[in-house]
Nanobody
Framework: QVQLVESGGGLVQPGGSLRLSCAAS????????IGWFRQAPGKEREGVVC????????YNSDSVKGRFTISVDNAKKTMFLQMNSLKPEDTAVYYC??????????????????WGQGTQVTVSS
């Protein structure tokens, strides 16, 4: 069972950038799909960006297309979420996750089995 630990969250002004990291205890691309999710206060957890390891295809939610990018350094057992042009509505706790369920490619939270503890991102002036 992989252990995942997020870092890099914090306070950023609207329009700014932030890069989140997720350190894994094993090789992250050994899993069928990996991804980043977020949960804002009073809202359900939602998929933001997910990657299918076998072919590198990605799913991006409409709300972050063109702004957020997922990447992986498999040798360092780390995946990243680069967030640009941040908006106040991006404020949430961000989680990284991994799964061997093929439905994980669709970035649904219920298809993911391994989760980090989350890191807070606040976008505010």
């Amino acid at each position: 069972q992989v252990q995942l630990v997020e870092s890099g969250g914090g306070l950023v002004q609207p329009g700014g950038s932030l890069r989140l990291s997720c350190a894994a205890s094993g090789y992250i691309l050994d899993y069928y799909a990996i991804g980043w999710f977020r949960q804002a206060p009073g809202k359900e957890r939602e998929g933001v960006v997910c990657l299918t390891s076998s072919d590198g295809s990605t799913y991006n939610s409409d709300s972050v297309k063109g702004r957020f990018t997922i990447s992986v350094d498999n040798a360092k057992k780390t995946m990243f979420l680069q967030m640009n042009s941040l908006k106040p509505e991006d404020t949430a706790v961000y989680y990284c996750a991994a799964t061997n369920n093929p439905w994980g490619s669709e970035c649904g939270t219920h298809h993911y089995h391994y989760w980090g503890q989350g890191t807070q991102v606040t976008v505010s002036s």
